[in-house]
């Protein structure tokens, strides 16, 4: 079978947006969606789009109301801030707090914070696109206060702080804390931002014994002092894709009022799975039970081992002679630009075909519906337990019965190939 698309083969046309299975072991896998909902999330937001819904009136006066006060309570209570916006993505929450506070100014921030996120978008140029004027100040590895405060003059509206997401620096590194930061802000008048991005809201060393170290918190943050925190609602969150920005009620009363804020609103979808999302987290005790990114993460290897092994009993029966199957220990990763370089152990189910490469299988299985995705390693084709729930192995069982027929079909093609090839043929 070639590894290029085969127009016969079955699965979704072209570009089409459909459901998938994760079996790279990316919890938090851009291509794939990012955050998994949870099931509270799903019913929500079913719920609002089945009619109308109170996006912006309040039924108790029946006056128009603001979805600016839908979630800004539970968000508050989350992270201690004054106050709380939701826009549709974290870049387009830079670029509002921007716009709004250091249009025409300068921003000082560490050359080590000049990241470039998903789709080649660096943040000099999202400081350019909201109006301000970047300055960047030490070293990539080394940043000392003092070169903030030497970058200070009349013209500095903001000095900000960018989480590392995609990237880590090994050897020295030295850089300087939020609540230096902080203090330094206040000092000088001057707010301090901390693009946190991951939106953790919560230690995620509580959940699993893996040693993660999800950084500040965004209550961590605003507790240090710092004036503005923006984080993505789909990433350690675990919602749809939101942009959230947290802090003074009087910086985020200025952004409520910049002309980009309409242009930037979420819709009542994204409200209603954020709202359902941010519930979740009022309960501690249970999120790693109803939050399926936390799930995820906090799933012991026992529990993925005797999964790994339930589901390469199902393919073993299904593949027979033509697939070796087995369980092997491996590692996944958080994903979505959240947790950069840090892995977490895990178990997948390793496929090594007999007559089709590793490549070739991947691809079969990418041609399904639903397609499923897992990862090369060596020889084989991974699917990787810690992104693939239980309830969806009848599906993966499926996809590999329509496999068994490619590949017998191919081996007949091949026999009869070779066949034609080697009988005799008539002279004249």
Known sequence: MSEQANPAAPGPPAGALTPALNGTGVILHTGLGRAVLSEAARRAVADVIEGYCTLEIDAGTGKRGSRHDLVSGLLRALTGAESAIVVNNNAAAVMLILHTLAQDREVIISRGQLVEIGGSFRMPDVMAAGGARLVAVGAINHTELEDYRAAITDRTALIMA??????DLAGMDVSVSLGELATLGRERDIPVVYDQGSGALVDLAAYGQHGLDSGY????????????????GDKLLGGPQAGIITGRRDLLDRMKKDPLMRAFRADKMVYAALQATLELFTDPDKLA???????????????????????????????????GVAVEE????????????????????????????????????????????????????????????????PVVEAAAGEIVHLMDEDETRSKDASRSKDAPRNKD
């Open 330 to 393: 491996s590692s996944a990763e958080i994903g979505g630009g959240a947790l950069p370089v840090q892995q977490i152990p895990s178990r997948v189910v390793a496929l090594r075909p007999l007559g089709w490469t590793n490549r070739q299988l991947a691809a079969a299985f990418r041609r399904q519906s639903p397609p499923v995705f897992g990862r090369l390693s060596g020889e084989r084709f991974l699917l990787d337990l810690r992104t693939l729930e239980e309830r969806v192995f």
């Open 217 to 232: 918190t965004v209550r961590e943050a605003l507790d240090r002092g710092v004036d503005v925190v923006c984080f993505s």
């Open 162 to 167: 960018v989480h590392r997401s995609n990237f």
């Open 289 to 323: 039970e109803c939050h399926a990114v936390t799930g995820m993460i906090a799933a012991t290897n026992g529990e993925l081992e005797s999964r790994a092994h339930r589901l390469a009993e199902r393919l073993a029966d299904r593949f027979e002679h033509r697939v």
